[in-house]
């Protein structure tokens, strides 16, 4: 499967900004969508942000006009620009990346990284 590493997270005061990374590695597999999903505590985990390998974005609309989601296809790397943050943004954001090698699909996923959202 392909390894996700996630990086970025931290503790932000309202209104700030945060930059999330998630580097991949694994040879031989074709990456098609990655994306970001986030889950707070006590709720389901959530589709925050996703990119397909055409460069096709989608959001949550709760993040909409604040996140940006970006790909580097070269070093199979995605990004979550996060502005404008709100307490409510608080949760552990993971990684996802759906891959095919062979024929087959693979769905993997990252560690996850805290993200605090306070003053």
């Known amino acids: 499967q392909v390894q996700l590493v996630e990086s970025g997270g931290g503790l932000v005061q309202p209104g700030g900004s945060l930059r999330l990374s998630c580097a991949t590695s694994?040879?031989?597999?074709?990456?098609?969508?990655m994306a970001w999903h986030r889950q707070a505590p006590g709720k389901e985990r959530e589709l925050v942000a996703a990119i397909t390998d055409g460069g096709n974005t989608n959001y949550a609309d709760s993040v909409k006009g604040r996140f940006t989601i970006s790909r580097d296809y070269a070093k199979n790397t995605v990004y979550l620009q996060m502005d404008s943050l709100k307490p409510e943004d608080t949760a552990v954001y993971y990684c996802y990346a759906r891959a095919e090698k062979w024929g087959l699909m693979y769905s993997s996923w990252g560690q996850g990284t805290q993200v605090t959202v306070s003053s």
């Open positions: 694994g040879s031989g597999f074709r990456i098609d969508t």
